[in-house]
């Protein structure tokens, strides 16, 4: 070739072993001038170029139910590191999965399934659960013989809830005083009494209780 010509620089017609090619230097090293497979460059004089090597990646991403029901589960990044953040369907009772962080209890960086990451090592991720909301009802039953009657519903599982009076539960009986509440009609349960405070665990009926005058 002719010093003041152009050439192109050709791509790379050889392997090694656990590496892709990269690009072209003018030093063994890479700390030269870099040069690309297409590029077109004007002849000064002669010029070598030393192949460039990047190592193929074999970095694991390994999920962690983190108290899920489930085995640990590794997947492979691909020779450049690349690798999709996947849903392992783990189940956790009383919970909803909440994505994945690199620490235990969340204080790390959180990733979501479907996120498109590049790994430039092992990377742990454990599940993160958040408490499933449960909501439950009270209803007021005004009980054998009795009128009317209430429903509180959409009390959060856990919450405080205070049992209501009859006048606000809206029970009445004709030629009786009220009691109290009880769990059963006949008065053989739990007794509650108006301006107690409970914990809401479930659903709950309470049946008034009367005596007549």
């Known amino acids: 070739m002719n010093i003041g010509s152009y050439i192109t620089v050709f791509d790379l017609f050889y392997t090694k072993p656990d590496s892709t090619f990269s690009h072209w230097n003018t030093a063994a090293d890479g700390s030269g001038i870099s040069y690309y497979p ?39 990044a691909d020779s450049n590191g690349r690798v999709t953040i996947q849903n392992q369907n783990y189940f956790r009772n009383g919970y909803t999965f909440a994505g994945w962080n690199t620490m235990f209890d969340g204080s790390g960086v959180q990733y979501y399934p479907g996120q498109f990451i590049i790994l430039d090592n092992n990377l742990f991720l454990h599940a993160q659960w958040e408490p499933t909301t449960s909501y439950y009802t009270v209803t007021y039953n005004p009980g054998i013989g009795g009128m009317g009657g209430h429903v509180d519903p959409g009390l959060i599982d856990g919450s ?54």
């Open 38 to 76: 297409g590029q077109t460059i004007l002849v000064t004089g002669d010029i070598t170029l030393y192949a460039q090597w990047k190592a193929n990646q074999s970095h694991m991403l390994i999920y962690n139910p983190n108290g899920g029901v489930g085995n640990v589960v590794i997947d492979m």
């Open 160 to 213: 405080r809830y205070t049992i209501k009076n009859p006048q606000v539960a809206a029970v009445a009986r004709p030629w009786s005083i009220f009691d109290k509440w009880n769990t059963a009609a006949d008065g053989s349960g739990a007794t509650y009494v108006p301006g107690q405070s409970i914990t809401i665990t479930d659903n709950l009926t309470l049946y008034a209780i009367w005596y007549d005058y």
